[in-house]
Structure formats: structure tokens, C-alpha cells
């Protein structure tokens, strides 16, 4: 990749850069129905889009947006929607179909407070299982969960990169606080910018069949025009895109699909790790919560503490394997959330038996502060 002369250098929010960060991604389609606090995203895109020719439609509801961008994907563009609590809820149909269907698509949930509609103005945490299984049956999604403004940017593009690399749905999940924050981000030129693309199914035969994954067990895209007969339903299917129910073939179909992720986890899995080496106390930590946890890690190393913090980056598929190999010298987990309680029981699967699990919960608008998590840690250390 070439390097950009004079970095483009600007301050703006959270929700900006998510904009900026798919219009860099090759994003050349955008449709979605303004909600707070994701609707930054919609207004940006709407004056981005046309400068590259590309499309913006503000549609009628949610359900409708994610309907126009699966079929602008299936018609060749990369696409983004956005939006937050009752309108996540809304796409949840279509994300399965999505799945199912093998739709490449960005979807953003700049979450919000909850249930219904909520805290529309209030960060919180509450939507991190409802993006892993919000829509129904098994299925493969990734959900990634960035923890800066920089990060947003980077992050989006390279959920553009996974979903239509894997052909798979990628949703970027952060907070109100973060959608809103305002940093320094360096935006790319294209030119610097590793861009990934799906695989175009290129030679026309009799024999084709849309859903024949290789070894990678990504199957090629058929491109409308190109010459292509293809069949593309939310029904299992076989090979040949056709509904099937014979056993063999919906199992072939459900084991390609669930495990092409695990097949591609050194692409999709990304994690942090501060301080673990020697950490007896860990604290488990994403998005927003985790700027307050690395906070109070240095605040109660300088005192002394031992511990550490572990932040998944992609969060579904949650980063097991990592997590485990730091969690021989540690005795007690702690996991701040901003819900009652959600990736705790995920946490909990993974820890030895030696181990405690604690939570730190916040459910009243309002953000963890550092001075909560080292408080804990303080009161976790001294019962040792």
C-alpha cells in the first residue's frame, strides 16, 4: 500500500466517521430511516454518497431499509444501513435472511437504552446478544465493537472487508457516548486503503451451481447481467440454490455455513490484552466501558494491583481461545457492562473453576466511570 503525503487529519464525531469510514470501504449504497442516536450517520452518508456516485435513500422504516440494501448488495454495490434500538430490532427478518442467503451488508446499531424505544438519548450496552441472536435459528454473524472514534473509521472499513470477503453480515455495535464523541481521526486516501471484494462467480456454464463452496467455503456471487442462472431464496437449500430439505444436503448446508467464520478466524477474530502476563485480577471489557476499565487498570497498577484487561474488538465470535490462554494466573474476572448483565454469561463459560466472576452493571443512561471499576478492583484485590 502506497502512504497518504499529508494526513488528512480532521476532529469529528463518532457517527462521522462511521460515514467516512464506508464511503473509504468502496460503500456505494446507503438506505435507512433516521433514529437517535444513529441518524449523524444517514445525514453524513446522504452528502457523501453523491460525491462518488453513489446512492442514498431515506426510506419509508427500517424493516424497508434493510430490504434496499440487501437487494442493492445481491445487485453488485457494498452497502451500509444504520440505526438504533426499536429499528435494530425491525432488521432482524431481513439480517437472517441475510445470513441465510449469504447477502454481503453492513448494518450499524449505535445503541441506545432499553427496552423499546427506550432511552433514545442515553448510551447503554444492552443490544450485544440481540446482535448475536436477534434474528432466529443458527446462523453466522459477526459483530464488531470499537471502542474509539479512529477506531469506528478503522472498524468500518473493515467490516466492508469481512462481510464481503466471508459474504456474511457484519454489524458494527458502539454506544450512544461513542457515536457522539468527538476525536482526531486520519482519514485515507483510497489509494492506501486494502480494500477486499467479494469473489465474482466468472465462468458461465450449464454446471454452475451459486452455493458450491471450494475449500474456503465461500461460495462465488453471481453478478446480475453476466450471464448467470441462479436462484436465491431464504429457503435451505442446495447447492444449486434450490429449497431442499433432504437431510444430507441441510446439514452440508448448516455445517458450510457456521463453519466458514471458524474457518476464517484468523481474519475475524481481533482482540486487546493489557497487562495479562502477570494479572491475578482481569477485567473483561468492551466498547465505551472499556476506556474507563483500561483507565482503572493503570490507575490500580500504579498501586500496585495485579491486573489486567482483556477487550474483545470482534465480539461475535467472541474471542474464547485468546481469553483462555491468559486465565491460568487469574482468580478474579470482572465484567463492567452498561445492561444487567449480558456478556457476563459468555465470560462465565470460559473461566476455570478456580476462578470468581463478577459483574459491574450500569442500567440508568449513564456511563461506568473509572473510579466504579477500580473501586471494585480495590475491594476484589483486598479479599485475596
Known sequence: ?????????????????????????????????????????????????????????????????????????????????????????????????????????????????????????????????????????????????????????????????????????????????????????????????????????????????PYAAGEDKVPEMVRPGDGFRTHTTGLTHAPDGFPTQDPVLVNEYMQRLLGKLQHHNALVESFEAINTEDAEILVVSYGITSRAARRAVKLARNEGIKVGMFRPITLWPFPAEPLKAILGPVTNLLVPEMNAGQLIQEVERYRPTSCRVEGLNRIDGETITPEQILHRIKELASNE
Open 1 to 209: 500500500m502506497s502512504k497518504l503525503s499529508e494526513p488528512r487529519l480532521v476532529n469529528i464525531e463518532g457517527n462521522h466517521a462511521c460515514a467516512m469510514g464506508a464511503i473509504a470501504a468502496g460503500c456505494r449504497f446507503y438506505a435507512g430511516y433516521p433514529i437517535t442516536p444513529s441518524s449523524e450517520i444517514a445525514e453524513r452518508m446522504s452528502l457523501e454518497l453523491p460525491k462518488v456516485d453513489g446512492i442514498f435513500i431515506q426510506m419509508e422504516d427500517e424493516i424497508a431499509s434493510m430490504g434496499a440494501i440487501l437487494g442493492a448488495s445481491m445487485g453488485g454495490l457494498k452497502v451500509m444501513t444504520a440505526t438504533s434500538g426499536p429499528g435494530f430490532s425491525l432488521k432482524q427478518e431481513n439480517l437472517g435472511y441475510a445470513a441465510g442467503a449469504e447477502i454481503p451488508c453492513v448494518i450499524v446499531n449505535v445503541m441506545r437504552g432499553g427496552p423499546s424505544t427506550g432511552l433514545p438519548t442515553r448510551p447503554a450496552q444492552g443490544d450485544i446478544m440481540q446482535a448475536r441472536w436477534g434474528t432466529h435459528g443458527d446462523h453466522p454473524i459477526i459483530v464488531i465493537t470499537p471502542a474509539s472514534v479512529p477506531e469506528i473509521y478503522e472498524q468500518t472499513i473493515r467490516a466492508f472487508n469481512l462481510s464481503e470477503t466471508l459474504r456474511v453480515p457484519v454489524i458494527l455495535l458502539y454506544d450512544e457516548a461513542i457515536g457522539h464523541l468527538r476525536e482526531t481521526v486520519e482519514l485515507k486516501e483510497s489509494a492506501e486503503i486494502e480494500l477486499h471484494n467479494r469473489k465474482w462467480a466468472a465462468e458461465v456454464s450449464a454446471e454452475f451451481k
